[in-house]
């Protein structure tokens, strides 16, 4: 079988090899563990609060991993974490505010999420009950809401004025730009739906960039934070709001196991954040963790999670945060503007460390993409 760029499978096997050598970042090793307890997550920033209150409770001995993440999840979710976490961020094309959130523990590989949560803004809080109280994975929508409700929580109005302004300027003044539809009339990026589909020849070599256009997505962050006690037990888990101006129903990679975050503790832990419609196509919180059972570091298989993407999707962005069971870390990157970050603390650190990740550049000979 030829590989799409004709080229043997050995050639590629060895340009792939070459590319991993010439632009990893800095170099190929991790970084060492601060020890145990330990926590780390996506993005700095606001972000660090919930670092360190995640950090600050697993101090105390009868904090478990599992809380420590609902507890650093929910501070970004009360403090509506740059946006992209919490009530009021990210509205749909209606203006609303709908949640994701996974948690999932490392012990049992039992995770509880929800999706498309509406009018509840302690999203972590229910998917930690999904996992406790129930024997699913993932709960949706409306139905999620109640079940919320039965379980507790309160029901409350996701959108704020703030929300309704950018809300107005994204439809009046910017004539609904940037959104998600395509393959519609009229067209979604000249101007505001009703849209109605466009007829696809599925048999036409053009159909493939149609479906799948590798431009960059309007940016959306995420908080993804994993978790070690002081005795080594891992949880890792994903609170967003998802993209801003998604269509409305639209479930991003967050709750999605595998995908938002991922932990097995036998092996370590792995949380992201980026472009959720594509990253999810990819699962590379699973892909990284697996990358870590087969012997990679962590730096190793955050790279080759990302490069996996970017491999079929140049323009993606993401953002690969991967920690072993003793606590080492990397990350990688793709796509940002700026530059990705992410947030760890452990062991007797007095303080929070932000590490920078570049972007990882691929050479146009491996791109897949027409
Ligand atoms: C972080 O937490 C501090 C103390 O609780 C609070 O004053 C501050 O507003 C928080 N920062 C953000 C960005 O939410
Ligand atoms: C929610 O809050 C927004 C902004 O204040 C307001 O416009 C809207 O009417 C509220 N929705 C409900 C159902 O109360
Ligand atoms: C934190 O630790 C560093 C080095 O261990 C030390 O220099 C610094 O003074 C400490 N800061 C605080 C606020 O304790």
């Given at each position: 079988?030829?590989?799409?760029?004709?080229?043997?499978?050995?050639?590629?096997?060895?340009?792939?090899?070459?590319?991993?050598?010439?632009?990893?970042?800095?170099?190929?090793?991790?970084?060492?563990?601060?020890?145990?307890?330990?926590?780390?997550?996506?993005?700095?920033?606001?972000?660090?609060?919930?670092?360190?209150?995640?950090?600050?409770?697993?101090?105390?001995?009868?904090?478990?991993?599992?809380?420590?993440?609902?507890?650093?999840?929910?501070?970004?979710?009360?403090?509506?974490?740059?946006?992209?976490?919490?009530?009021?961020?990210?509205?749909?094309?209606?203006?609303?505010?709908?949640?994701?959130?996974?948690?999932?523990?490392?012990?049992?590989?039992?995770?509880?999420?929800?999706?498309?949560?509406?009018?509840?803004?302690?999203?972590?809080?229910?998917?930690?009950?999904?996992?406790?109280?129930?024997?699913?994975?993932?709960?949706?929508?409306?139905?999620?809401?109640?079940?919320?409700?039965?379980?507790?929580?309160?029901?409350?109005?996701?959108?704020?004025?703030?929300?309704?302004?950018?809300?107005?300027?994204?439809?009046?003044?910017?004539?609904?730009?940037?959104?998600?539809?395509?393959?519609?009339?009229?067209?979604?990026?000249?101007?505001?739906?009703?849209?109605?589909?466009?007829?696809?020849?599925?048999?036409?070599?053009?159909?493939?960039?149609?479906?799948?256009?590798?431009?960059?997505?309007?940016?959306h962050d995420t908080?993804?934070?994993?978790?070690?006690?002081?005795?080594?037990?891992?949880?890792?888990?994903?609170?967003?709001?998802?993209?801003?101006?998604?269509?409305?129903?639209?479930?991003?990679d967050?709750?999605?196991?595998?995908?938002?975050?991922?932990?097995?503790?036998?092996?370590?832990?792995?949380?992201a954040t980026g472009d959720g419609?594509i990253m999810?196509?990819?699962?590379?919180?699973?892909?990284?963790?697996?990358?870590?059972?087969?012997?990679?570091?962590?730096?190793?298989?955050?790279?080759?999670?990302?490069?996996?993407?970017?491999?079929?999707?140049?323009?993606v962005a993401s953002g690969i945060?991967?920690?072993?069971?003793?606590?080492?870390?990397?990350?990688?990157a793709s796509g940002w503007?700026?530059?990705f970050?992410?947030?760890?603390?452990?062991?007797?650190?007095?303080?929070?460390?932000?590490?920078?990740?570049?972007?990882?550049?691929?050479?146009?000979?491996?791109?897949?993409?027409?």
């Open positions: 079988m030829g590989s799409p760029l004709g080229l043997s499978k050995a050639a590629l096997a060895l340009s792939f090899q070459t590319v991993i050598f010439l632009s990893l970042p800095s170099s190929v090793y991790a970084r060492p563990s601060p020890g145990w307890p330990m926590v780390i997550n996506t993005w700095g920033g606001p972000f660090v609060n919930a670092t360190d209150a995640a950090y600050e409770a697993l101090l105390r001995r009868d904090v478990s991993a599992l809380d420590a993440v609902e507890i650093g999840c929910t501070v970004c979710e009360e403090n509506q974490c740059d946006g992209s976490v919490g009530f009021g961020g990210s509205p749909d094309e209606n203006c609303e505010t709908t949640l994701d959130a996974m948690i999932m523990d490392g012990v049992t590989m039992k995770s509880g999420a929800v999706a498309g949560l509406r009018r509840i803004k302690n999203a972590i809080g229910v998917a930690r009950a999904v996992l406790e109280y129930t024997s699913h994975t993932l709960l949706a929508g409306d139905l999620a809401t109640q079940f919320a409700i039965d379980n507790g929580f309160q029901e409350e109005n996701l959108t704020t004025d703030a929300t309704l302004a950018r809300c107005a300027t994204w439809r009046e003044g910017n004539n609904c730009q940037p959104n998600y539809r395509q393959n519609v009339s009229p067209d979604a990026s000249a101007g505001c739906g009703p849209y109605t589909p466009l007829a696809l020849d599925s048999s036409s070599p053009d159909y493939f960039g149609l479906i799948a256009p590798d431009a960059a997505q309007a940016s908080i993804s934070l994993m978790a070690i006690d002081a005795a080594g037990i891992m949880a890792a888990g994903t609170s967003t709001n998802g993209a801003s101006f998604k269509v409305p129903g639209r479930v991003g967050g709750p999605i196991t595998g995908s938002g975050s991922y932990v097995d503790g036998d092996v370590g832990a792995c949380g419609d999810m196509r990819f699962l590379p919180c699973y892909q990284a963790v697996e990358n870590l059972r087969r012997g990679m570091n962590p730096e190793e298989a955050a790279y080759d999670a990302v490069l996996r993407m970017v491999r079929k999707y140049p323009a945060v991967v920690v072993d069971k003793d606590g080492e870390h990397g990350a990688a503007g700026g530059t970050t992410y947030a760890f603390r452990g062991g007797l650190m007095n303080a929070t460390n932000v590490v920078g990740v570049p972007n990882i550049c691929v050479p146009d000979s491996l791109k897949t993409q027409p």
